[in-house]
């Protein structure tokens, strides 16, 4: 997919190094760097191998040929077979504000309607507001209680959408 200021693609091997230095950039911005979130997941440095897996998928966005974003969707680890959960969603201040998160999200959703997915679940913590309200916007609702086996205890919103 291609707008006129970024291109959307599913992520290749050699993308790698480049999300996981812009997750480990955004992250520590929100203050979600210590023990309980998506920084210390060990598929931060092999995004591709793991969302090659079956009924995942992960989005990258290009800017004038460099990655600055990305985003993707699986099965929620711990859930049901019918929940899957959008992942690890950064984006670099300069992708922000493009339209990209929406686009990115969106093509999420419809891999998750592609692999059978019932329900989307997503993790993300208080100070993410811009976030939050492109969350609301797309249809997630707020829940009280966290779902799946994540390993972020360190987030404190959690989001549910029916597919």
């Not at 985003?71 to 950064?90: F, H, I, N, P, W």
Request: hydrophobic share 40%; net charge negative.
């Amino acid at each position: 997919m291609k707008s006129a200021d970024y291109t959307i693609r599913p992520i290749e091997q050699r993308d790698d190094v480049a999300m996981a230095r812009i997750i480990r950039t955004v992250m520590p911005e929100f203050g979600a760097c210590g023990s309980g979130f998506a920084i210390n997941d060990p598929e931060v440095d092999w995004m591709q191998r793991a969302y090659s897996a079956p009924r995942s998928a992960y989005f990258v966005v290009e800017v004038d040929g460099e990655i600055v974003g990305g985003g993707g969707v699986a099965q929620l680890e711990g859930g049901d077979a019918d929940t899957c959960e959008l992942r690890k969603m950064y984006f670099l201040p300069q992708a922000r504000g493009l339209g990209a998160g929406a686009a990115v999200m969106e093509k999420c959703l419809e891999k998750a309607r592609e692999f059978g997915f019932k329900r989307c679940y997503l993790e993300t913590l208080t100070g993410m507001d811009a976030a939050m309200r492109l969350y609301e916007r797309a249809g997630f609702r707020r829940i009280d209680t966290p779902m799946g086996a994540t390993g972020h205890g360190g987030c404190d919103i959690w989001y549910l959408k029916d597919l």
